[in-house]
């Protein structure tokens, strides 16, 4: 017999070792974009885990958050704000400033702005909101120039109402291309000819708006407000303004958004004291056309002494260098209530 050849048998391998170190480091990558994700970083710091360019990069991976349904209400009243925004000013070859003072009676500085408009005529317009008394008026100004006005209670939607009044008085001037509103005790701090040529040669608007976190800022804010107005949104400002026409229309074109300030924005509404006129505009504006107004306002007003109202200036305090330090300032600053 020949030579038997015996092959060697299989070899014994030993089970293969399942990857696991993969596959806990695809779950660790799934559970932190997932917590990424609902629970962003607040500061770009933590970004830096996938990019130094921050938050952005995070952002470009994750499906957009769905914004939320706007109500039937709410697209009719963006519609409409968005057609005035976007249709071009009607240029007037007489553009005149409206003056539009909100007074409780007669006007106390009213030689004072006689003076101020002397040899201006057809430069500017009057209108004379007075809310409790009939003004006596000393300048031709003024004269014929009161509106048909209403009671107006501090703290209530009628201030607002009586500025809306003013507002639609004097948009029915179409010359009008700017609209200041003032009250009985201001005055001007400079000539007509800087005053006129600097408004009417912008293009925004000078609403005082500001975030004011503290108890007399979003601790007036009411959630009967939403969905319209959210607590990121609600902003607060001085009430006293200067608005281009485009901006006064909208005012006058907006129910949605002041039907909800009438209704949840008034002293002693549910514990709180929401001051409509101190919130409405600045958070209005906020909301359609927040790049389209200044943020600060071109009235001075001192509320350093942080009291319900602004520091009022006596006979002996108006001094040359009190009016020089007012028309210095270049800042606007906006004193918070949670300041100490």
């Not at 017999?1 to 030993?14: A, K, Y």
Request: charged letters at 20%; hydrophobic letters at 40%.
């Amino acid at each position: 017999m020949g030579d038997v050849h015996i092959l060697p048998g299989s070899r014994h391998r030993p089970p293969m070792k399942k990857p696991m170190w993969i596959i806990v480091l695809a779950l660790f990558v799934c559970v932190f974009l997932i917590c990424a994700y609902i629970y962003p970083p607040k500061s770009s710091t933590a970004c830096y885990v996938f990019s130094s360019k921050g938050c952005k990069a995070i952002a470009d991976w994750l499906p957009p958050v769905p914004a939320r349904e706007y109500t039937d209400d709410e697209i009719a009243s963006h519609a409409v704000i968005r057609d005035i925004l976007n249709t071009p000013p009607a240029l007037s070859k007489n553009p005149k400033i409206a003056f539009m003072f909100l007074t409780p009676g007669s006007l106390p500085f009213e030689k004072l702005w006689d003076k101020f408009f002397q040899g201006h005529e057809g430069k500017f317009s009057v209108y004379v909101h007075a809310s409790k008394t009939k003004p006596v008026h000393v300048s031709r100004y003024f004269v014929n120039r009161d509106i048909r006005s209403d009671q107006v209670i501090w703290g209530k939607i009628s201030m607002v109402d009586a500025e809306r009044r003013l507002l639609a008085n004097a948009l029915q001037d179409p010359d009008n291309q700017q609209f200041v509103l003032l009250s009985d005790s201001c005055v001007p701090l400079y000539n007509f000819d800087y005053i006129f040529y600097y408004l009417i040669n912008t293009n925004i608007s000078f609403v005082d708006c500001f975030w004011d976190p503290g108890p007399h800022g979003n601790g007036r804010y009411s959630e009967r407000m939403l969905p319209e107005v959210e607590m990121n949104d609600f902003r607060k400002g001085a009430q006293w303004f200067s608005m281009k026409r485009q901006h006064a229309v909208v005012v006058m074109a907006d129910n949605l958004y002041y039907t909800k300030f009438r209704a949840h924005c008034q002293p002693g509404l549910e514990g709180k004291n929401c001051i409509a006129d101190e919130h409405y505009l600045p958070t209005f504006f906020k909301i359609v056309d927040p790049g389209g107004i200044a943020n600060w306002s071109i009235t001075h007003v001192d509320w350093s002494e942080r009291k319900w109202h602004p520091k009022s200036y006596k006979a002996q305090d108006v001094t040359d260098e009190l009016l020089k330090n007012i028309t210095s300032i270049d800042v606007s600053v906006h004193v918070t209530s949670d300041e100490k």
